[in-house]
């Protein structure tokens, strides 16, 4: 399996309901990104932290990471239909230079 | 500011031609990075460039692929004899600061390939 799986792979929820996702990770890595792409289009940045950061928040998002489990959960609280989305996390590993991204969970937001 | 631009949106090229893709990166950024991505995947890494130097292409194929940033104007994807199997989206990167020192990517609108 690869640097950066997420799961689950689809998610299908009500709006205002909470959505959470999860990222694992392999190696060593200097942070960890959020992105989210909607269908068809490029990606959007969420939300970074950093290996020394343990949560973090963003509006209705909030980032977890376990340096020791070597994971990152994704929640975004009460949901609404425009949050349907592709959500990837996004790793550097450290000393190198190239963000290795998982497969993605497919957020489905039902109004 | 603008960000990162690339063009075409949209290319599509018959088997054995060449496929060219342009991307400028935010203004003040002298770092891109191209990704493909397949349909239902996440982006792959192929390659980071700075002004006129290629400085990890551990991500491209051998054959067929290269790419360039030169001084003045936009970094280029150029593919040769595409195959149907280099239908993808293809996304641009750009960050102020390179990596591992640079954080956030911000990424381009990306350029689908279609390969009849």
């Known amino acids: 399996s690869q640097q950066g799986e997420e799961d689950p792979q689809a998610l299908s929820i009500q709006e205002g309901e909470n959505a959470t996702m999860n990222c694992s990770y392999k190696t060593s890595i200097n942070n960890l990104q959020w992105y989210r792409q909607n269908s068809g289009r490029g990606l959007v940045h969420l939300i970074l932290?950093?290996?020394?950061?343990r949560e973090k928040h963003s509006g209705r998002l909030r980032v977890t990471l376990d340096t020791s489990k070597k994971s990152s959960s994704l929640l975004i609280t009460a949901s609404r239909a425009a949050d349907t989305a592709s959500y990837f996390c996004?790793?550097?590993?450290?000393?190198?230079?190239?963000?290795?991204f998982g497969t993605g969970t497919r957020l489905k937001v039902l109004a | 500011n603008a960000g990162v631009m690339q063009n075409p949106r949209h290319l599509v090229r018959r088997r054995g031609q060449e496929a060219r893709l342009r991307c400028s990166p935010m203004k003040g950024h002298s770092h891109v990075y191209w990704y493909r991505q397949l349909p239902e995947e996440g982006l792959k890494f192929m390659v980071y460039?700075?002004?006129?130097?290629?400085?990890?292409e551990s991500g491209m194929p051998k054959e067929r692929f290269s790419a360039e940033f030169p001084k003045e104007g936009p970094s280029i994807l150029r593919i040769q004899q595409v195959v149907r199997g280099d239908s993808a989206a293809y996304f641009c990167a750009s960050s102020p600061l390179g990596l591992p020192d640079g954080e956030t990517q911000y990424f381009g609108p990306g350029t689908r390939l279609l390969v009849l």
């Open positions: 932290i950093r290996s020394n950061e």
């Open positions: 460039l700075q002004k006129e130097n290629i400085i990890d």
């Open positions: 996004a790793t550097v590993t450290s000393g190198t230079y190239k963000y290795i």
